[in-house]
């Protein structure tokens, strides 16, 4: 393997090289912004910094275009008024602070609501195939939690036609990839940041970013629960970079566990079954056949819901004169009645409870409708779901926490440290209503882009130097599961972690249970520090899950940690000692840090940022 | 209702590598992936295999199962008798890198090549008006997930690595037939399809579309389409005189070479 | 059989020696394909030279309408102008079927695959050492698919009229009774004739460049809504045209064996009314 030479050897397109030698030394590579994660929020603002006339680099573990983004279904929720034209910024920013119980940070969701529309009206312009109205306009559809159709969509697969979309425009636009390549710390440069310490997956190569802008995009910490619709990636590297780099979290104990997951074959488990199901008619039963859900519907979402059969059912021809059918509640809602259901032994074969839309749709609705459910059901399950009901059940889905940054500018406490999409915090309180994370992507990636290339020009010559013991330390430290002999491999203490957090601080959460899990996470952080890879460092993923099992070790706790500390129930976060909410939590956030000594999370209290009287009004 | 499964698995890299055995307990319900993985896990922690969303919908997983051109996470073990050899090997068409990773970055290179899609100006009121019938071949293309079997499979550079230069392959000849029938794109493709991306070299075999694991039936709705469309550009002196005594196809009117 | 070091055993690919890794029965499609081709093409080349046998009143085998050359009494329903020709009439007009066919989408893959080995199936090497595909000539002569379907359209309504045709009451040797001159008549031969002008109208309609034609080629179906049905239409039966291909080709050779037979008198027509 020497035939390789280091500077030339390396791809035109993808910078890939692959030898698998690591004496060539070490790449250096300069840039203005450096996005560190290819999903939408990460192209969002990569595209923006290019724009804005930054060097910008994207870097992403995985292939361009795998990202977790092409897993969303349902649409982009964005107030553009094409089905309903009472439908406006202020409709849609209502539902989304009332979605989150009010814990949102009201700016975000205010630019949230406002920009929506015109960042799908920009993924047109780039190429974008939206499903139509009869009038030509861009389709919209119903969700949970949203008053109007509202979901800008592609039948069920409009993450992948927004991931498909930007992916085009930053290739047409040239900005420099670096595909399956994974960023390990972040460099300062006193309070500022300076660049960043990468591998190539390919050949285990490092590479050091000099760049004074980094933007963090990495998606969210699923991978940290036994089931989960995340996909491997989901290791909360973004969360744990910022972290290390000395930024803080919030809202790290609301994490949204989504109502519908398949429960069977056991090898999809968790894999997620679209809320557009319900959207488009389809409904909850329990095993003795019960539509159950009409008897959860809390006290906050009484007079917005219907409360019978028949209400629920004309909502979908007749909007104006019926109440919502209590299957589109927010996730959170529905997902905990499932929870109850199953536990009180309504559940199905598999464990799980139906959901049913062959008995209320043709079947050629479904299949134009939902046209990759019927494809994965049929597929995995062998199941025909214009013909019998499916098999659900909650599933780990997204986090509401993440990095605490400044809403107009995403900009964490760090000088320099951006955060962008489901590793930022902030926007969706304690639950995220369907449809927002893709706008919220959209939205906070071009503001973070912009801003972040506004922030590295302002430094002229003027830039933070990335110091050579901080990459030295870096290179040692992703090289040290290769020095340990005799230790466990990564794969068991992952899905231990995984095991131990899906039944410790998972859907219902107790304090006993969460004491434990912290118990376990310290056990977990000392076999990790033994953990032993083999072979070498050329496309090793027992190396990869390594370096990931910190980042999903340090989130965990943090997780458990602030659902230790809240005690009430809000969106995401369910305490069984604390059934309902408590007033008085609903007016402050939960911060974590990275304690002085690197090795825990020290947590406080903050006060929630208070809503402009005009804004109020909305809520009265 | 678990059973040892027969797995064989290519180990290796570009300078050589064999087909090696990994017997492996699977059970009912599972994918070759999950095959994958447990050996990942419990055998061979080195394993090289590229994957994401285990749900046939990122086009990570791709490979070959005895000889097919397959997505791992979309191939069930159920499809398979118990005791039947399992044989997977990385995509035979890319450069290997490791085990089952190869180096796929000849379909990025090829995406680099083509022009993306340039609309005109918004409508008075700042949207865009598109029939649904107008975009629903479009929305059939942009199903694809990129998980390049179409490439792997195509016969034109499988079989002939001379070709890669001057071929860009079905995947992308889905990505022209798109803007080609995008309605409100404002260029003209069909020489670019013809020329650079090497559309005559396909002697559309089908093969691609056998192996989608998205179904798009892209000979028959991409690349003969784009075919004709070609045909009405360079080879037809009907069309051609209809152009010029003004009987031209008004649908194609006001668009341009990129 | 080898292959050459510039396909799947390229240096950089996975080291595998093998051409393919399929274990199914892959050879069995471009093998039937092969034989039931070749026997076609002998049955037609044999059948096309003969210049015999080609008509037994009303009957008119495809493969010699319309006869145009020095044909038989009867069998030329559209005048003689090729009289002067020596061969066999069949050769005057078989070119353009036989053209519409070798230049079809579907025959091309399945002859490409069955003759060429150009893949022999999907994900088997092919033996070749260097491939251009369509983009010379003479390959690049697929590209005129369309005009032969323009003939096809011709010759597809020259074989509906052949069909009206045997229909007529018979006043030849095959009449029952006397003398037969007038009302309908209809035998076995007639109702192999319709199944085959139905075939041979479903692959010609259901034709790649047919579907190009008739609105593939607009870029806005929503300003063009007869056309777009048309599309829509010619859609549906696009997706078995290769169905049509086989099933027509078999027809057009039954009905000019069972002509060739009538005509020779070894069997006799059986007639229905």
């Known amino acids: 393997m020497t035939d390789m030479s280091a500077a030339n050897g390396r791809h035109p397109m993808t910078g890939n090289e692959l030898s698998g030698e690591a004496a060539g030394g070490m790449e250096r590579h300069d840039y203005d912004v450096v996005v560190v994660g290819a999903g939408g929020a990460g192209l969002r603002a990569a ?12 870097v992403c573990k995985s292939l361009l275009g795998k990202a977790h983004t092409v897993m969303a279904e349902g649409g982009i929720a964005a107030a553009m008024g094409n089905r309903w034209p009472e439908d406006n910024w202020e409709v849609h920013f209502r539902d989304t602070m009332r979605g989150g119980k009010m814990l949102n940070n009201w700016r975000m969701a205010q630019l949230h609501a406002q920009e929506a529309p015109e960042r799908v009206q920009e993924l047109e312009d780039w190429g974008a195939l939206f499903d139509r109205t009869d009038d030509g306009l861009i389709s919209q559809r119903d969700f949970g939690g949203h008053k109007y159709a509202r979901l800008a969509h592609v039948g069920d697969r409009t993450g992948l036609e927004m991931i498909r979309t930007l992916q085009q425009r930053a290739v047409a636009l040239g900005i420099d990839v670096f595909m399956e390549c994974t960023v390990t710390d972040v460099f300062r440069d006193g309070d500022k940041v300076a660049g960043a310490f990468a591998y190539w997956r390919e050949s285990g190569r490092f590479i050091v970013f000099d760049a004074p802008s980094v933007i963090l995009a990495t998606g969210g910490i699923g991978k940290s629960f036994k089931v989960t619709s995340n996909s491997w990636e989901y290791t909360g590297d973004g969360h744990a970079l910022a972290m290390r780099a000395g930024a803080s979290l919030i809202n790290m104990e609301f994490v949204q566990f989504h109502p519908t997951g398949m429960v069977w074959p056991p090898s999809v488990k968790g894999l997620l079954v679209t809320e557009s199901v319900r959207g488009d008619g ?261 190396w990869h899950l390594a370096l990931d099992l910190r980042n999903m070790l340090i989130v965990s706790e943090c997780i458990a940690r602030a659902a230790l500390a809240r005690e009430e129930s809000r969106g995401g976060h369910t305490r069984d000692d604390f059934p309902g909410p408590d007033p008085e939590w609903g007016t402050k956030n939960l911060v974590v840090n990275l304690n002085e000594a690197g090795t825990g999370v020290d947590l406080h209290e903050k006060p929630l940022p208070e809503m402009p009287e005009e804004l109020k009004g909305y809520f009265a | 209702m678990s059973y040892v499964l027969k797995l064989r698995i290519w180990r290796g890299d570009k ?174 493709r069909r020489e670019l399809a013809q020329g650079a991306a090497g559309l005559g070299m396909c002697n559309i075999t089908k093969c691609c579309t056998e192996v989608c694991p998205e179904g798009i039936k892209i000979t028959d709705n991409a690349i003969i389409p784009m075919k004709e469309r070609v045909v009405d550009k360079k080879f037809d002196p009907l069309v051609w005189l209809g152009d010029k005594i003004g009987l031209r196809n008004k649908d194609n009117e006001g668009r341009t070479e990129p | 059989m080898p292959t050459t070091d510039r396909g799947v055993t390229s240096p950089g690919r996975a080291r595998i020696e093998e051409r393919t890794l399929r274990r199914d029965r892959w050879w069995l499609q471009p093998l039937a394909t092969f034989v039931v081709f070749s026997g076609f093409v002998v049955f037609a080349t044999i059948r096309a030279f003969m210049g015999r046998d080609y008509y037994a009143e009303p009957y008119l085998s495809p493969f010699y309408s319309p006869c145009l050359g020095d044909c038989v009494e009867g069998a030329s329903d559209f005048g003689q102008p090729f009289g002067w020709w020596p061969l066999s009439a069949a050769l005057l007009i078989l070119v353009f079927p036989l053209g519409f066919r070798m230049t079809c989408y579907y025959y091309r893959k399945a002859y490409y695959r069955a003759f060429w080995l150009s893949p022999p199936a999907c994900a088997v090497a092919e033996p070749h050492g260097s491939y251009s595909g369509e983009s010379r000539l003479p390959l690049l002569l697929q590209n005129a698919h369309r005009y032969f379907w323009y003939a096809a359209v011709l010759v597809g309504l020259v074989l509906t009229y052949d069909v009206l045709l045997a229909f007529r009451p018979m006043p030849g040797r095959y009449a029952v009774g006397d003398g037969e001159t007038s009302g309908v008549h209809m035998g076995l031969g007639t109702l192999l004739m319709l199944a085959n002008v139905v075939l041979i109208w479903l692959y010609t309609l259901s034709c790649h460049s047919c579907r190009h034609v008739v609105g593939g080629r607009l870029r806005h179906f929503s300003k063009h809504p007869v056309r777009y049905r048309l599309w829509t239409w010619v859609s549906r039966l696009n997706t078995s045209h290769g169905r049509w291909a086989w099933y027509s080709l078999f027809s057009v050779a039954v009905v000019d064996f069972y002509i060739f037979l009538l005509a020779t008198g070894t069997i006799q027509d059986l007639r229905f009314f």
Request: charged share 30%; proline share 5%; aromatic share 6%.
């Open chain 1, 282 to 542: 389809g409904i909850l039963k329990n095993s003795e056949g019960k539509r159950f859900m009409f008897d959860y519907i809390p006290e906050f979402f009484r007079a917005e819901t219907a409360d019978t059969v028949e209400e629920a059912d004309a909502w979908y021809d007749d909007k104006k004169n019926n109440r919502r059918p209590p299957e589109l509640l927010p996730r959170d809602e529905v997902a905990r009645a499932i929870n109850s259901e199953i536990k009180a032994g309504r559940g199905t074969p598999h464990g799980g409870i139906y959901l049913d839309i062959a008995s209320r749709r043709t079947p050629e609705f479904i299949r134009k409708r939902l046209p990759s459910m019927y494809h994965q059901f049929k597929e995995l399950a062998d199941v025909d779901i214009t013909a019998e009901p499916m098999e659900i059940g909650p599933t780990c889905h997204y986090v509401m926490g993440g990095v605490e940054v400044d809403a107009d500018t995403q900009e964490s406490a760090v000088t320099g440290l951006y955060a962008v999409g489901e590793c930022s915090g902030g926007m969706h309180g304690s639950n995220r209503l369907g449809g927002n994370s893709l706008g919220d992507l959209l939205v906070f990636g071009k503001r973070a882009g912009e801003h972040a290339s506004t922030y590295a020009a302002s430094l002229a010559g003027a830039r933070p130097r990335v110091d050579e013991a901080d990459v030295r330390a870096a290179q040692a430290s992703a090289l040290a599961p290769f020095e340990v002999e005799g230790g466990e491999n990564p794969y068991t203490i992952q899905s231990d972690l995984q095991q131990s957090m899906n039944d410790l601080v998972g859907i219902i959460r107790t304090r006993a249970e969460l004491e434990e899990s912290l118990d376990a996470i310290e056990v977990f952080k000392q076999r990790a520090a033994t953990m032993v890879v083999e072979g070498h460092r050329q496309y090793n993923p027992g």
């Open chain 1, 47 to 58: 595209i923006a910094a290019h724009e804005a006339g930054a060097r910008t680099a994207i």
């Open chain 2, 15 to 188: 300078d050589g590598g064999e087909v090696k055995d990994y017997p492996v307990e699977v059970s009912e319900g599972e994918v070759v992936l999950d095959a994958i993985h447990r050996v990942q896990g419990t055998q061979a922690g080195d394993l090289a295999v590229r994957w994401n969303c285990k749900a046939g919908k990122c086009g990570s997983c791709s490979a070959e199962v005895n000889g097919r051109p397959r997505l791992m996470c979309m191939c069930r073990l159920s499809d398979f008798a118990e005791d039947e050899t399992i044989t997977v090997t990385p995509m035979r068409t890319f450069p290997v890198i490791r085990d089952l990773v190869t180096d796929v970055s000849f379909n990025y290179e090829k995406a680099k090549q083509l022009p993306s899609a340039q609309l005109g100006p918004r409508d008075p009121d700042g949207k865009r008006r598109m029939a649904q019938v107008d975009v629903e071949r479009g929305q059939e293309f942009r199903k694809c997930i990129e998980c390049f079997l179409c490439q792997d499979v195509c016969h034109v550079v499988r079989d002939h690595e001379d070709n890669k230069e001057s071929f860009a392959g079905p995947r992308f000849f889905l990505r022209y037939a798109e803007l080609d029938m995008h309605p409100l794109d404002t260029h003209d």
